[in-house]
Nanobody, 125 residues
């Protein structure tokens, strides 16, 4: 089992950038793919990106439009989501998740093994 902890959320102006972090408070990423979702007020949860901890294969949702990049830092035991060119519609709670597989439909439907608590991101001037 793995417990996930997100950080890095906050208030940013439109056009700005923000880097979210996901690490573990218990357990290891070794057996998992780790990814990010977001849920805006009144909207359904949306898959953004995932990365296999061992190997680095990535999976991105088409809606990201190349603005977000997922990466790992094995020395820091952290998965990052670098977000750029942020828009007000990117305002949401961003959550980290871990799942035993990377490919297939699981990430797209939100059927993953473990979730973090989420970190809020607000894009506003």
């Amino acid at each position: 089992q793995v417990q996930l902890v997100e950080s890095g959320g906050g208030l940013v102006q439109p056009g700005g950038s923000l880097k979210l972090s996901c690490t573990t408070s218990r357990g290891s990423f070794n057996r998992y793919a780790v990814g990010w979702f977001r849920q805006a007020p009144g909207k359904e949860r949306e898959f953004l990106a995932a990365i296999r901890w061992s190997g680095g294969d990535t999976l991105y949702a088409d809606a990201i439009e190349g603005r977000f990049t997922i990466s790992t830092d094995r020395a820091q035991n952290t998965v990052y989501l670098q977000m750029s060119s942020l828009k007000p519609e990117d305002t949401a709670v961003y959550s980290c998740a871990a799942h035993t597989v990377l490919y297939g439909s699981s990430w797209y439907v939100g059927s993953v093994d473990f979730w973090g608590q989420g970190t809020p991101v607000s894009v506003s001037s």
